[in-house]
């Protein structure tokens, strides 16, 4: 007699289970977690000068922490966040806020549930923007941004002033991610590591993506099989332990302990 085969979701269950038991992840300060989020950005080859952004949301209605103006994400130290309120003035540490990082705040304001947000000029994904072609994901490590990555197909000019984030914060609307048109990308986390996670996929998916219309136009993965991978990449335990090895991979670096 031929042996049952077991369905996805009894594997899918028991992968949960034991993930939740064996995956011990890194409880960290939120001032350690932006500072090793900083240094994965720069380790994966996303840093653009001083245009990336890092912001995670405080405690204080209307504020956000964020990488003091002036360093790059390879210098971060968890000593070099600032506490901003939603007229970009210090209120915890020194220094200021990238004045650029004001359309953060209308982000925050539409999405509850997001609790960190990155923008960056990183390569592939600036290479799409600039190119400007939405993501298609045609592979499975693309499939954390299936259906949660927007396009924003028309350039609002620098975001330093209210308007430039009522439009990206509309086009991004309930989606964790979005390619903006001769821009860069923007990742919405619920959490800094997720922010960080989504970012990293993204700019990879982006290179995939460039590299593989050289051998002509690309097909996306069936949608159904799509969002099964999405669901199970965005686990918060597979997120957070990614997130843990490539804390690791940055203390092993020269410079970025």
Known sequence: MAEELRSKEYFDE???????????????????????????????GQEAGLAGQITARS???????TLRFGLGFDEATPDDFVEV?????????????????????????NRPDVNSIIHTHSPWATTLATARQPLVVAQMDMAPLFDDCAFLGEWPGVPIADQEGVIISA??????AILLAHHGYLTAGTSVEEATYLSVYLERAAR???????FGPLTPVDPKLAKEAHD???????????????SRQTDRLPGMK
């Open 14 to 44: 028991r992968a949960t289970q034991e993930m939740a038991a064996h995956l011990k992840t890194q409880d960290r300060p939120l001032n350690e977690t932006l500072a090793y989020a900083c240094r994965i950005l720069a380790m994966t």
């Open 171 to 176: 086009a991004l609307g309930q989606k964790k």
């Open 59 to 65: 405690e204080r209605p209307n504020c956000y922490w």
């Open 232 to 246: 199970y990449l965005l686990k918060r335990s597979i997120v957070k332990a990614t997130f843990d090895y490539w």
């Open 85 to 109: 309120d939603q007229d970009l003035n210090t209120i915890s540490g020194r220094g200021m806020a990238n004045p650029a990082t004001r359309f953060h705040l209308w982000v925050y304001r």
């Open 208 to 214: 995939l993506q460039v590299r593989a219309q050289a």
